[in-house]
């Protein structure tokens, strides 16, 4: 029997992920998204079926994937009034795809549970370049046996995925995630700024430097535009904000101490100060040389 899919919220991560879905895995595929004319744009493109609420694309779905902005777009599509967990049936799977908290995963797979319906955090890193090209990291917390069946779809847009532990172990390992870039994306755009102003071919120590140990996929990916002052090519500062906020509130609940971590999240709010929102995260450069 083929699995019937559904999947709600089509972003710059959840349109290419969807469509993975389709094409790689051959799927049944009904969607949804706040303004419908994106989904409507989906399913001329791919095909499928689209819903005009979280509730009627989930309807007879085996596995419902959600990727959305926050805890509270998050609890609107799931348990709100026109919510997926209104029409899921008994035995169903919804597998979360959002950066959110700790607590909002632990809260739906409590609710979930007492539906008959199971639920996976399951965040993912690798940005709108790794949605594109199916090659996500997803980072997963809930039951081992929900799991396994949904490690496999997954793979039709990941690279990597795994079961971190109990619900909830996915947003924290994604936690850990944001904070190392955090600290990475600084000393990377600290680099660049003090390359330059010694009169360094920040090209050629960039060449040098990254067969080494400062080498990070931040510094591959993204020197060449930090370089050249452009910063349209990655995740948002006012995303990355809210993922460390995210970070900074578990790590006061359970003790954990993020100097780092604070003051580059000082940093980005800089940025926003200077009207780099959208920019991409590799931003912190510019605050530096304006």
Same mark, same amino acid.
């Given at each position: ?33 706040? !303004? ?6 989906? /399913?001329s493109e791919f095909g499928g079926t689209h ?11 085996? %596995? ?33 795809? !959002? ?11 409590? %609710? ?58 996915? &947003?924290?390992?994604?936690? %850990?995630? &944001? ?6 994306? +600084? ?20 060449? /040098? ?5 400062? &080498? ?6 993204? *020197? ?12 948002a500062v006012d995303w990355m904000r809210k ?22 999240? +000082?940093? *980005?709010?800089? /940025? ?19």
């Amino acid at each position: 029997m083929t699995l019937k899919l559904c999947f709600i919220g089509l972003g710059v991560m959840g349109y290419p992920m969807a469509g993975y879905l389709k094409t790689k895995g051959g799927f049944d595929v009904s969607v949804y998204n706040r !303004t419908t004319a994106k989904a409507a744009k989906w /399913v001329s493109e791919f095909g499928g079926t689209h819903g005009f609420t979280p509730a009627e694309s989930a309807v007879n779905a085996d %596995v419902v994937f959600a990727c959305v902005g926050n805890d509270d777009d998050l609890r609107e599509v799931t348990t709100g009034p026109s919510g997926a967990f209104q029409s899921m049936k008994q035995g169903a799977i919804f597998v979360d795809h !959002t950066t959110a908290s700790a607590d909002v995963a632990r809260e739906l797979y409590g %609710v979930a549970k007492d539906k008959g319906i199971s639920f996976i955090d399951a965040p993912v890193s690798g940005g709108q370049a790794g949605a594109e090209n199916g090659a996500l990291t997803v980072m997963c917390g809930g039951d081992e046996a929900a799991y396994k069946t949904v490690e496999p779809l997954i793979a039709n847009f990941a690279k990597m995925c795994r079961l971190l532990g109990p619900s909830g172990s996915g &947003q924290l390992t994604k936690m %850990v995630n &944001q904070i190392c870039i955090a600290g990475l994306v +600084e000393g990377l755009a600290e680099g660049i700024n003090f390359g330059k102003k010694a009169g360094l071919d920040i090209e050629a120590v960039i060449e /040098v430097i990254s067969k080494g140990a400062a &080498q990070s996929w931040q510094m591959e990916n993204r *020197y060449k535009t930090m370089n050249k002052g452009e910063y349209e090519f990655g995740f948002a500062v006012d995303w990355m904000r809210k993922d460390l906020g995210i970070c900074l509130n578990e790590a006061e609940r359970v003790g954990a101490d993020l100097p780092v971590t604070k003051i580059v999240d +000082e940093f *980005y709010s800089e /940025v926003q100060e200077m009207g780099g929102n959208r920019w991409d995260t590799s931003s912190l450069l510019a605050r530096l040389e304006k």
